[in-house]
């Protein structure tokens, strides 16, 4: 296999692993807890701890599909389902089973696009219910538009509600969905809330209908730590936990200190494996950089060379390469 092939196989596969890991750290629901208190109204100035016991079931991590038709599944026995504030013996037999999220198509292994984390949370009252869907970038995307991409991401969650959340016309009783993008790697920290505004352009007729269905959340992570302050509270905590510089320690101590997110086997295992993952992309761009830079420093001495009218077989003795490799190199 050529050199340039076998480098983007193993860059393609250590990306997608560390997607993975982000994704699986991501997905602890201490973490989605901190998310869900410093994006969401509904949370906001709970305990995160707290907010954790709104988590139902288990996040779907890289399983559900995003494509038409695959989204919605099948509900499951045994366990009870929440409608309108009541439940009949049938609601019973069942429940809402939200598809989970997989990742991006890789250059190595082609498949179904789908959701990175999605789960439902149930609100203060006890009753409704939210879909949140999570989905980690590890910069802003360059083939396509983000925001476009997080509007179809978020309109395939609500469609995929009906006869799961909602049968026939019952629109009413559509889930509110929240679609949050964690973009890495930006210039600057920000938090962005996209969603529906009424306008009225002729009258002021109230038109009946909830606004607040479809919400988009972006929150964009530059590449330094963000100083301790209340507003960067979870930009410091995203920082620290999806960065290839800090140290295991580090990580681990703002996590514990800061946080106080307790620091459990499952946790510190996947913090850990994510920045042995970290080191070792590290030191295999060093090592292609400095490569790449001899590689260079041969291209420049044979191409001195030739230009100097050296005969091939005296080139290709002094920098101790083949002929073959010599007529490559000055083509």
């Known amino acids: 296999m050529d050199a340039s092939i076998k480098g983007t196989v193993r860059a393609s596969d250590k990306d997608a692993q560390y997607d993975e890991k982000a994704k ?22 709970m305990n995160p701890k707290e907010v954790v016991n709104h988590i139902e079931g288990e996040p779907y991590i890289s399983v559900v599909p995003v494509k038409s038709g695959m989204t919605n599944v099948k509900k499951k ?16 037999k069942t429940t809402e089973q939200v598809i989970g999220l997989n990742t991006e198509n890789s250059e190595i292994n082609e498949g179904m696009i789908r959701f990175d984390i ?83 352009i002729i009258g002021f007729h109230k038109w009946k209908g909830d606004l607040d269905l479809l ?16 507003k960067y509270e979870l930009h410091r905590l995203l920082s620290a936990l999806l960065s290839s510089d800090l140290e295991l320690e580090d990580k681990l101590d703002i996590m514990e200190k800061e946080y106080d997110i307790p620091l459990e086997n499952d946790i510190r295992k996947d913090v850990k494996e994510m920045c042995n993952l970290s080191q070792g992309i590290r030191e295999e761009a060093f090592e292609e950089g400095q490569e790449q830079g001899e590689k260079q420093k041969l291209v420049k001495v044979v191409t001195k060379m030739y230009e100097a009218k050296f005969p091939l077989e005296q080139i290709a003795a002094i920098a101790e390469i083949s002929v073959e490799n010599v007529k490559e190199i000055i083509d």
């Open 118 to 200: 999605i789960f439902y949370v149930r609100m203060k009252d006890g009753l409704t219910q939210m879909i949140i869907n999570v989905e980690a970038q590890k910069e802003e995307p360059r083939k396509y538009k983000i925001v476009n991409r997080a509007i179809f991401y978020i309109c395939r969650i609500v469609s995929s509600q009906k006869e799961r959340d909602f049968v026939n016309s019952e629109y009413n009783n559509m889930k509110r969905v929240y679609s949050i993008w964690i973009c890495m790697n930006m210039k600057e920290h920000s938090l962005s809330h996209i969603h529906l505004k009424e306008e009225h």
């Open 77 to 92: 026995e045994g366990e009870k389902r929440a409608k309108s504030g009541k439940e009949s013996e049938e609601d019973t």
């Open 215 to 230: 919400n988009i959340i972006i929150i964009g992570i530059a590449k330094s730590l963000p100083k301790k302050e209340e």
């Open 24 to 45: 699986k750290l991501l997905g602890h629901k201490i973490i989605l807890a901190y998310i869900l208190v410093n994006t969401i109204e509904e949370f906001r100035g």
